[in-house]
């Protein structure tokens, strides 16, 4: 059968292939311990699932408008109030199937043949593909452990062509935890407001931040940059909603209609079930979310302090989200290393060690190459203590065995 150019340029997500394989092993009886996609493992909050019931009980079981119903856009905008400072009206926002679905419309909707977006690397895995799924072209920039995996506005201002139209800023990022400050925000806000492209700014790690810092996105300011942002957020990771696939979007309105009629046209709404069920999220008890980053932080010493103990590890504690990211190159010098290539040939490293993780450890980890950099690989540790001082532990053993 012949395939469009647009799906065989693009490959299988690798954090949701990673997680598939580990459960392919599990499902054979094999013992493995995942740290591939990035899901936290408690349940979703009990209020949140009395809101579902709630709603097909009462029938609302029916579609919806293709951009959500307006109790859930209020909730969204009440949102961005109270966390955000943010105002918006209610034709501002939308409701899409999931943080992922959000900026796929949104690319959509954005790019013609040939435009680029910039994208900071190590990036999340699906953000380039998303753009060349678009016809649009990824522009990546890179960043390295010493610039704390933040580009510079120096960077910033060299990658910008009359092709770009937008750039991504995902802070707390997927997959190093990196985190922009207010001043740091700033000094690229001053590059960027000197050309005409949209701020994309993906907060789904938005809550997800430890050492008591607050967050702050590039809409927050000022007026203008506001203006020329949109803002995608989702309940998945806060809320511990990853299944329900609610993500949602705030921006120029003329823009969230294009959405709205992509949207018509594709999914239609989002489940209303999950709508309802987000409404409580957003509107209900915030404290849930605490609790949350009380254990993520617990575990994030457990992992980085861990990963830092196996030769060749030099692991940075990630100031957000749920990732740990350690640099790997010393694992390629070790004397056994050349032996592990012979096992477990290809061009990246860090598919060679994931492979021999995998294998040896029965431990599931993401490639840094699916990030864009070859030098690291990424642990989840949206996962339980347990798992994480085991998982580490096999990990220990079979590194140590390359000395
Ligand atoms: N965003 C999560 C991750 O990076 C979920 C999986 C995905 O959709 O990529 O693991």
Known sequence: MKFSSRILNIKPSPTLEVTALANAMKAKGIDVIGFGSGEPDFDTPQSIKDAA??????GKTKYTPAGGI?????????????????????????????GKHSFYNLMQVLLDPGEEVLIPAPYWVSYPDMVMLAGGTPIIIETSRDSGYKITPQQLQAAITKQTRAIVINSPSNPTGATYSRDELSALAEVLVQHDILLISDDIYESILYDGNAFVNIANLSEELKKRSVVLNGVSKAYSMTGWRIGYMAGDESLIKKIDILQSQSTSNPTSIS?????????????????????????RRIIVNGLNEIPGFDCIMPPGAFYAFPDIDGVTRLPGWKSIVERYPGPYASSTLTSYLLEEARVAVVPGIAFGIDRNIRLSFATS???????????????????
């Open 385 to 403: 203590d347990d798992n994480i001082i085991e998982g580490v532990s096999r990990m220990k053993e079979v590194v140590g065995r390359l000395i």
């Open 53 to 58: 019931v709630r709603a097909i009980e009462s």
């Open 275 to 299: 709508q309802w069920a987000s409404v409580e999220a957003l509107m209900g008890d915030q404290r849930v979310i605490a609790e949350m980053v009380n254990a993520f932080d617990r575990r």
């Open 70 to 98: 307006a109790e859930l856009k209020k909730a969204i905008v009440h949102k961005f109030k109270r966390d955000n400072a943010l105002e918006y009206a209610t034709s501002e926002v939308i409701v899409n199937n999931g």
